[in-house]
């Protein structure tokens, strides 16, 4: 299963922790984990196009950390996008995906 951990202080996301693997299907046919992985680096990397310093990031075979360091209203709606698309695809995978607000 994959784990989303979204972490906010003072209404502003500061920490997302994404790790695991869906399982879904066998390793290269797993749809739902190339999902998680397609939305979430995209988001990184508009991110760093529109401001390098906002973020600071690792990402490594089945885990994904963003810290936030800079707050802006285009890295926040980048943010807020990413999040909303793991929901919806958490919705209809239920069983793979599991999203936490902290």
Not at 11 to 22: L, Q, R, V, Y
């Amino acid at each position: 299963m994959i784990k989303v951990k979204i972490q906010k202080r003072d209404d502003k996301f500061f920490k997302i922790t994404i790790k695991g693997h869906a399982e879904y299907d066998e390793k290269g046919k797993d749809i739902v984990c190339a999902s998680v992985s397609s939305i979430v680096i995209t988001s990184i990397n508009a991110i760093v196009r529109v401001d390098e310093a906002s973020i600071e990031y690792k990402d490594l075979d089945g885990f994904i950390e963003i810290n936030i360091k800079k707050y802006d209203n285009i890295v926040n709606i980048l943010i807020e996008n990413m999040i909303d698309l793991l929901k919806e695809l958490g919705e209809d995978y239920k069983n793979y995906i599991e999203i936490r607000e902290v």
